[in-house]
Every structure is written in structure tokens, then in C-alpha cells.
T-cell receptor
């Protein structure tokens, strides 16, 4: 158990819908990262927050947005969903940001878009 | 842009030693990390190299040569439970974390 929690574990929805994925980092971690992993693919970095501020942005679609709240939990919002958005979405956290890169991953949210 | 290349699959025998290579291209480099992911599970951190040389953690070692833009993960005394996917990941300029496509390691009895 990494100490990172993600809800829900599974999500099934239809094209065009909007969903929100939630992540709680390990106690004391200030950085939160979001990743997308499609079937048998690597991890695509989406976005990173550090202490409430956006720190780095990867290949995140405009239909996707995220935020980190004052209590450090984070939410990833996916809208106008398409079939290709079906994937495993991981949240990870780390103590700091940048160079120190030991990230602790949550169990993931499996999103299925029908 | 940034990219990493690693072999898609490696097969080895229980008790053997296996090396998984990773080459990268990036502008702005802070370090190379390695993660293990079992099927259906989440990635777990194995090691980090910020400087050239070898880092050893039990049966696992990781090496980095920044001049060659190259690193590798060395797994010794292979066990069946080491069958998993292994990802190299770099922290690049702008603090982005870029993962390789992963290497599936099959350990045979």
C-alpha cells in the first residue's frame, strides 16, 4: 500500500459525458501527478501540481483539467469523453517537486467509455 | 522533445542476471528513475540516478551515463516474482516526468 488513494476504482460511462477522478496523496506529500495508461502502453504524463499550483504540464488534452485543493487532494476532470479516453488513470505523489523523483502511485482508476 | 527507448521484451531464466537498457533524448535532464509494474498493479519506484555511476539496492542496481544518454537496470538472482514490466523515466526540463514504453520481463523456471 503506497498510501495514495484514488476513487473510484472503476468507472463506466458513455461518450460525451464528463467524469471526475479523485486522488488523495500520501500524508506529507505536496506534489501530485496524473498519468494515463492505455492498454499495454506506457505511462503518459498529464499534469503535476505542487502545493496547489500547477507545476508541469504534459500531453493533457484541452478536454481534461485538474486542480489541487488546499487539503492537497487532487481531482482530474475529463469531459466530452471519447472511446479513446478509455484507460487506466494513475495518480502519484511525492514529497517535493522536480529533481527528487520518487513517486508513489495509487491503485488507479479504470475508465471505460462506451 | 523528450523520448526514451527501451526493449519491449526480455526473457531470462530464474537465478540469472538480466540488464534492461534505456537510452534517452531530452533537453534539460535531472535524472533517470526506474519503476516496476506487475500486471494489474500500480508502478512502484525501484531506483533513481541523478549522477553518473551505479546505484545498488539489494538485487537491483541501476546505472547512468549522462554523456552517453544511457542507463540500465540490472536485476540479479532473478526470481519468478520479478516477471513484470519495467519502466525507465526521466525528469526533464520543466519538471516533466517522461516514461519509456516499458520492458516486459519474463522469468522462466
Amino acid at each position: 500500500d503506497s498510501g495514495v488513494t484514488q476513487t473510484p476504482k472503476h468507472l463506466i460511462t458513455a461518450t460525451g459525458q464528463r467524469v471526475t477522478l479523485r486522488c488523495s496523496p500520501r500524508s506529507g506529500d505536496l506534489s501530485v501527478y496524473w498519468y494515463q495508461q492505455s492498454l499495454d502502453q506506457g505511462l503518459q504524463f498529464l499534469i503535476q501540481y505542487y502545493n496547489g499550483e500547477e507545476r508541469a504540464k504534459g500531453n493533457i488534452l484541452e478536454r481534461f483539467s485538474a486542480q489541487q485543493f488546499p487539503d492537497l487532494h487532487s481531482e482530474l476532470n475529463l469531459s466530452s469523453l471519447e472511446l479513446g479516453d478509455s484507460a487506466l488513470y494513475f495518480c502519484a505523489s511525492s514529497v517535493a517537486s522536480g529533481i527528487i523523483n520518487e513517486q508513489f502511485f495509487g491503485p488507479g482508476t479504470r475508465l471505460t467509455v462506451l | 522533445g523528450q523520448s526514451l527507448e527501451q526493449p519491449s521484451e526480455v526473457t531470462a531464466v530464474e537465478g540469472a542476471i538480466v540488464q534492461i537498457n534505456c537510452t534517452y533524448q531530452t533537453s534539460g535532464f535531472y535524472g533517470l528513475s526506474w519503476y516496476q509494474q506487475h500486471d494489474g498493479g500500480a508502478p512502484t519506484f525501484l531506483s533513481y540516478n541523478g549522477l553518473d555511476g551505479l546505484e545498488e539496492t539489494g538485487r537491483f542496481s541501476s546505472f547512468l551515463s549522462r554523456s552517453d544518454s544511457y542507463g540500465y537496470l540490472l536485476l540479479q538472482e532473478l526470481q519468478m516474482k520479478d516477471s513484470a514490466s519495467y519502466f525507465c523515466a526521466l525528469t526533464a526540463g520543466g519538471f516533466k516526468t517522461i516514461f519509456g514504453a516499458g520492458t516486459r520481463l519474463f522469468v522462466k523456471a
